[in-house]
């Protein structure tokens, strides 16, 4: 077996143990129990688990998903997250190698998760684990792993003091990701009465914009718009046909083809496309004011997959 594969394997395994423990974290979030206290229980009958009961994937099989005790089914999540987690930390390694890097990336990236799943599962996004974001991005950048902005600014005024422009990038990067992500939001107020992103989304793009610094969150937030996009325009038409919406359907198809004469430069055709887009805008956004629509998608998953793809970059 070659040195690679071992080390692959054993940062897999790594991973897994990571992604157990990032469901503990999930979880106790909601429950707003501690990460630490009590030990780990079958949320039915509450009877606390085995040492062998708790090994990442491989418990999950052989109990069949099903708790030792009760045997109520255990949820899909558990094994899912420790799969990805490893999956994420094989690439990391095979990305940056044995690097302080790595481990940054490491943390960052199970804190990402992290947010994804919260957000996914109960379109919540807690404060805590957002600062950790933040927080890691800054620290990140301040120990100059950045390579956007390897340099330091020294400062004429002290004596024998600089600090890396990495650090000063990131934290211009967290108001960056502010002021974008509030003005989105708030657009939603003039167009439709109603925020365009959530709060929670704020957070991450401040996570993001200190991991990234300024110049490169504002492109990681445009890739988060186009992924949301991917996921979400199929299932916008599909509940316009089930609803029988054909006064969006046509403004939709309106907006498409104001997007082709504008290509093709037709006089006047801008004003059109600038009018349906807005039209269209509205209609969208008040009908996702309530987060029971079937298409709501929260985008904060959106901002991290863009965010763990520019680090892949």
């Not at 990032?22 to 979030?29: D, H, P, Y």
């Not at 504002?218 to 609803?243: G, R, S």
């Not at 008040?286 to 904060?300: A, N, T």
């Amino acid at each position: 077996m070659s040195v690679i594969l071992i080390l692959g394997l054993f940062v897999f395994i790594t991973g897994i143990c990571i992604g157990s423990f990032l469901n503990v974290v999930i979880l106790r979030a909601f429950s707003n129990e501690s990460i630490s206290y009590p030990a780990s229980k079958c949320p039915k009958c509450q009877t606390p688990l085995k040492w062998y009961h708790n090994i990442p994937l491989f418990s999950y099989a052989f109990l069949k998903g099903r708790c030792a005790f009760c045997k109520e089914k255990i949820s899909i999540q558990y094994p899912i997250i420790e799969l990805i987690t490893g999956i994420i930390f094989v690439i990391i390694f095979f990305r940056f190698g044995f690097s302080l890097e790595t481990i940054m990336m490491w943390f960052l990236c199970s804190v990402m998760l992290v947010l994804s799943v919260t957000d996914l599962k109960e379109k919540v996004i807690f404060d805590k684990h957002a600062y950790f974001l933040i927080g890691g991005g800054l620290i990140f950048n301040l120990l100059n792993l950045n390579p956007v902005y390897q340099k330091f600014i020294t400062f004429p005024f002290a004596i024998n003091f600089s600090i890396n422009a990495s650090f000063i990038a990131s934290i211009l990067g967290i108001i960056v990701g502010i002021a974008v992500m509030e003005i989105l939001a708030r657009t939603g107020y003039l167009l439709a009465g109603t925020r365009a992103f959530g709060e929670g989304d704020t957070y991450i793009a401040a996570g993001l914009g200190a991991i990234f610094g300024w110049k490169i969150s504002v492109f990681v937030l445009l890739l988060a718009i186009i992924l949301q996009l991917i996921v979400t325009i199929p299932m916008f038409l599909i509940k316009l046909f089930k609803e029988k919406d054909f006064l969006t359907i046509l403004l939709s198809i309106i907006f498409v083809i104001a997007i082709y004469i504008t290509k093709i430069q037709v006089p006047y055709s801008e004003i059109l496309l600038l009018i349906s887009g807005i039209v269209l805008c509205i209609r969208i956004l008040k009908g996702l004011k309530k987060d029971s629509d079937f298409m709501y998608l929260p985008f904060g998953p959106a901002m991290l997959l863009a965010g763990f793809m520019f680090i892949l970059l």
